[in-house]
């Protein structure tokens, strides 16, 4: 999964951009933890330091990708 979201972010990154707040793997490890564990979105953000809407980016983003990608 996490070479399937490295291909998807080089895709959309190509020209460059401003650093993202979560790694790759932290945003596919907040997507997993999210479905298994049932934490809330606030509670996770301040594991992380970061915005509510910032987790909320993040799982949406992976819950996409396996949708549109071609494995």
Same mark, same amino acid.
């Given at each position: 999964?996490? $070479?399937?979201? $490295?291909?998807?972010?080089?895709?959309?990154?190509?020209?460059?951009?401003?650093?993202?707040?979560? !790694?790759?793997?932290?945003?596919?490890? &907040? !997507?997993?933890?999210?479905?298994?564990?049932?934490? %809330?979105?606030?509670? &996770?953000?301040?594991?992380?330091?970061?915005?509510? %809407? !910032? &987790?909320?980016? %993040?799982i949406n983003w992976?819950?996409?990708?396996?949708?549109? %990608? $071609?494995y």
């Amino acid at each position: 999964m996490l $070479n399937i979201l $490295n291909e998807k972010y080089v895709d959309l990154h190509k020209c460059g951009g401003k650093n993202p707040k979560l !790694t790759l793997l932290d945003k596919l490890v &907040i !997507t997993l933890g999210y479905y298994r564990e049932y934490r %809330s979105m606030k509670n &996770i953000a301040f594991d992380y330091g970061v915005v509510k %809407s !910032t &987790i909320c980016e %993040s799982i949406n983003w992976v819950e996409q990708l396996p949708k549109k %990608s $071609n494995y």
